[in-house]
Nanobody, 114 residues
Framework: QVQLVESGGGLVQPGGSLRLSCTAS????????MGWYRQAPGKQREEVAT???????NYADSVKGRFTISRDNAKNTVYLQMNSLKPADTAHYYC????????WGQGTQVTVSS
């Protein structure tokens, strides 16, 4: 069983930045593929960014050049640095871990508004 705890969400003005963190339980975090997903009201959950155990990253077109996913295996933590935030980025952000099966966190709310 893997438990994921997200933090770092909040209210930010357009153009601002936030850094989300997701800390996972488990002794083999380094082997997980980690990802950030988001879901806005009335919309389907969508993939934002992923990072493999080897450090390869992938981003949704809508966030390329603005968001950066990274991981610190010593801290069992994955990060999502979000810059140049837009109102369209407003959503509940979820962390996901994949290793033979998937685990999800409870999520953290990001609201971009003036």
């Amino acid at each position: 069983q893997v438990q994921l705890v997200e933090s770092g969400g909040g209210l930010v003005q357009p153009g601002g930045s936030l850094r989300l963190s997701c800390t996972a339980s488990g002794a083999i975090f380094r082997m997980y593929t980690m990802g950030w997903y988001r879901q806005a009201p009335g919309k389907q959950r969508e993939e934002v960014a992923t990072i493999t155990s080897g450090g390869s990253t992938n981003y949704a077109d809508s966030v390329k050049g603005r968001f950066t996913i990274s991981r610190d295996n010593a801290k069992n933590t994955v990060y999502l640095q979000m810059n140049s935030l837009k109102p369209a980025d407003t959503a509940h952000y979820y962390c996901k871990a994949d290793f033979r099966r998937s685990w999800w966190g409870q999520g953290t709310q990001v609201t971009v508004s003036s």
